[in-house]
């Protein structure tokens, strides 16, 4: 496997900024969560989108000392051992394999969604920092990016760009935050109505600096930490104004939660 790398991939690589030919960073998900069978493709792509998303290579943990028949220097590849930012600005670009024990092989190409959607002046969600959260002194550890030309959050926001630091033009500037599901819960179903309209007008009164925080701790402790009663309603907003709009105006019937829970249970075959 690794000469076939290192002979197709490694070979003819673009220059960095010294003129020296850059290497192919090489890792696997097997250190990080040993054998997984028929998932190990799936589990393979998600972390190689992780590092897109990012822009940080991840180390191959319990990595020491390559087998030497394996001739990393001659075929230009390097197994990180800590963490480290992408290599260069840009296009990021992610190669992922997968080898069945039966002799299968699968392989997919993936292009981190900000350059990708840049480059095309195309518009859609995604949660790409387009540079590494490595990268203290830009400011970018909370995935938030802002200039002169574009304005970028990776937490998932709907973007439309009007050009960035590559250069490229493309349609003007639009945000448009993600809708989140906010669940009220109550003992009785007469105290639904009563319990949104309230937290509508704490709502209307409440400056928020950071409102897309705001939005996604709400949902988060309305759905998973607050006690769950009997009776529930929800409510889908993208937005501290849409949220308490709709909670005064959308006149939702509570629904009855089962009285009995079914059991959830976790079997592995290994």
């Known amino acids: ?15 960095d900024e010294h003129g020296k030919t850059m290497p192919l960073y090489v890792g696997s998900v097997k250190p990080n969560i040993g054998h997984t069978e028929g998932a ?14 990012h ?22 590849l390097i197994v990180p051992t800590e963490m480290m ?39 859609a969600g995604h949660r790409t920092s387009p540079r590494t959260i490595l990268d203290a002194s830009k400011t970018v550890s909370s995935g938030n990016e802002k200039n002169g030309t574009h304005r970028l959050r990776g937490n998932g926001y709907t973007i439309r760009f009007n050009g960035g630091s590559s250069g490229i033009s493309s349609p003007e500037s639009e945000i448009i935050p993600r809708y989140r599901v906010f669940m009220w819960s109550t003992h009785e179903e007469s105290n639904g109505v009563l319990s949104k309209a309230t937290f509508a007008e704490h709502l209307s009164r409440r400056e928020t600096a950071d409102e897309e925080t705001f939005l996604d701790n709400l949902a988060y402790t309305q759905c998973s930490r607050r006690t769950l009663h009997e ?9 501290v104004q849409d949220l308490a709009q709709k909670m005064l105006e959308t006149h939702q019937k509570p ?14 075959p290994a």
Do not use: C, M
């Not at 393979?44 to 998303?53: P, R, T």
């Not at 992610?94 to 997919?108: L, Q, R």
């Not at 009776?231 to 937005?239: G, H, L, M, T």
């Not at 629904?255 to 592995?268: D, E």
């Open 40 to 53: 190990s493709g799936l589990a393979g792509l998600i972390k190689a989108v992780l590092a897109l998303e």
């Open 255 to 268: 629904i009855r939660a089962p009285s009995k829970t079914s059991n959830v249970a976790f079997i592995s």
């Open 85 to 123: 930012p992408w290599p260069r600005g840009g296009q990021r670009r992610a190669s992922v394999n997968s080898f069945g024990f039966g002799g299968t092989n699968s392989h997919v190409i993936l292009d981190d969604a900000y350059h990708y959607l840049v480059s095309r002046g195309l518009r």
């Open 55 to 76: 822009g940080v290579i991840p180390p191959s943990i319990h990595f020491q000392s390559p087998n030497p028949k394996i001739d990393l220097k001659g075929w230009n």
């Open 231 to 239: 009776w529930r309603s929800f409510v889908i907003a993208n937005s």
């Open 1 to 15: 496997r690794s000469s076939a790398i290192g002979a197709t991939l490694g070979q003819n690589r673009p220059l």
